[in-house]
């Protein structure tokens, strides 16, 4: 780029030399070499004073023409990065005064409306932001971005046949496979399931091998009732990737629908064995959800046990601990949530809030153990520390209750 733009130079630096000289022709010869190349002002305006040296009014007008608008849109330019830092300190009128410059001095500049698109649907102002994408589809028909947040829009608001409108005039002008998904999934959104459909199965023929079309069609056949044939496009795409988790809940997940839990649980559960990570986690929550549900309740227990211990995500663990603590609870071993929300504590992962709500189920749990005193003092530790009213509502309550049965207990006490 450096290179190139030292050439440039150099041709500007002889053009101005020749005409200098009244070379008015050599100069113009040299200067249209480059023309298709050259983002320059000067570049132009040497141009057109070398046309207009000779003459030639018509091409020296093109050209001051060329220089005015190219003068413009750097202009243009230079006030959209101005916008960018305006943003960022959060000076947003001010920004929105530097983008409408900006759209002012170069009218067909697609970047500066989708900024200013942005600023307002950032300030919740919808109306202003709907305005902005129409006058995007004029400038840019055949950009996907005013089509795709234009139908979002109207799908906030409920305008479902605006929805439709605005996604067939785009689907009229753009031919991209990405551009039909997006639509598609909207579509979805609106109940249009038949369009769905029919877009998902273009872009699936058009892009084979994507995963995320695929699965995309698979759900949309599950809304359609097409189960056999949703199974049988998961199994094919299977074989294209035969180690992919997602793939693997998805069979899983029809065959739960088929009413075959044995092959339901079996690829949940190679489900876990191919992944890792958050992956992982999300595999084995879905399989404890499926035992529990079939009342496979012990090895329930053991695939959340895994996942308190081994979970990086900590709101996992603690839907892990929650699921934990009502199988623990239907069971009367209370004495097992203690232990476990001990090796919680020592793990350090959780939030302020997650903790307070780990706090706030021991203490229920520590009363239903007979540990009055125990359950009262983590109570009041959650009074402390949480924000949250609702909590502090039913830890004053619990504390009310717990103070009165630490009374009673004294006073049978001192009677006996």
Same mark, same amino acid.
């Given at each position: ?20 000289n ?5 100069a113009?010869?040299?200067l ?18 070398a046309?207009e ?5 018509e ?32 000076e ?37 932001a ?6 995007l ?19 906030s608001?409920?305008?479902y ?13 753009i ?16 109940g ?5 459909e ?26 359609? %009732?097409? !189960? +056999?044939? =949703?199974?049988?496009? $998961?199994?094919?795409? *299977?074989?294209?990737?035969? @180690?992919?988790?997602? /793939? &693997? ?5 029809i ?35 499926f ?33 934990f ?10 004495? %097992?949530? !203690? +232990?476990? =929300?001990?090796?919680? $504590?020592?793990?350090? *992962?959780l939030?302020?809030? @997650?903790?307070?709500? /780990? &706090? ?5 749990v ?35 209750r717990?103070?009165?049965?630490i ?10």
């Amino acid at each position: 780029m450096k290179g190139f733009k030292k050439e440039i130079d150099s041709i500007i630096r002889e053009a101005r030399r020749l005409i200098e000289n009244k070379k008015y022709h050599r100069a113009i010869t040299e200067l249209e070499k480059h023309k298709a190349y050259s983002r320059n002002v000067e570049y132009f305006l040497l141009l057109a004073e070398a046309y207009e040296k000779i003459g030639n009014e018509e091409k020296a007008e093109e050209y001051f023409e060329q220089a005015r608008f190219l003068e413009a849109a750097i202009k243009s330019r230079e006030q959209l990065k101005k916008s960018y830092f305006l943003i960022k300190k959060k000076e947003y009128v001010k920004a929105r005064e530097v983008l409408l410059e900006a759209i002012e001095l170069d009218p067909f500049e697609p970047e500066v409306y989708i900024e200013l698109h942005k600023l307002y649907k950032k300030q919740g102002l919808k109306k202003e932001a709907a305005k902005v994408l129409k006058s995007l589809m004029t400038v840019a028909p055949f950009l996907d971005y005013p089509y795709l947040e234009l139908a979002g829009h109207y799908y906030s608001t409920g305008n479902y046949d605006m929805v439709d409108n605005i996604l067939s005039q785009g689907l009229e002008k753009i031919d991209k496979a990405s551009f039909m998904y997006e639509s598609a999934k909207m579509y979805q959104l609106i109940g249009e399931i038949e369009k769905a459909e029919e877009l998902l199965r273009e872009v699936c023929n058009r892009e084979p091998g994507n995963v995320d079309y695929r699965q995309k069609l698979v759900d949309v056949l599950i809304n359609l %009732s097409k !189960i +056999d044939e =949703a199974l049988s496009l $998961l199994m094919n795409t *299977l074989k294209l990737y035969p @180690e992919s988790p997602y /793939l &693997l809940q998805s069979i899983a997940t029809i065959y739960e629908l088929k009413g075959d839990d044995e092959k339901a649980e079996f690829f949940m559960r190679k489900a876990v064995a191919v992944s890792d990570s958050f992956i992982k986690e999300d595999s084995m929550r879905m399989l404890a959800d499926f035992l529990i549900e079939k009342g496979k309740i012990d090895q329930a227990e053991e695939i959340l046990k895994e996942i308190i211990e081994t979970a990086e995500s900590s709101w996992l663990v603690m839907d892990a601990f929650v699921e934990f603590t009502l199988i623990c609870m239907d069971q009367n071993r209370t004495h %097992s949530i !203690i +232990d476990i =929300a001990k090796k919680i $504590l020592k793990l350090q *992962l959780l939030t302020e809030e @997650e903790l307070l709500e /780990l &706090l706030e189920i021991l203490s229920d749990v520590l009363e239903e153990e007979g540990h009055i005193f125990a359950a009262r003092k983590v109570c009041e530790y959650v009074i402390k520390r949480s924000k949250n009213e609702k909590q502090l509502k039913r830890c004053y309550a619990n504390i009310n209750r717990l103070s009165e049965l630490i009374s009673l207990e004294k006073m049978w006490k001192k009677g006996n």
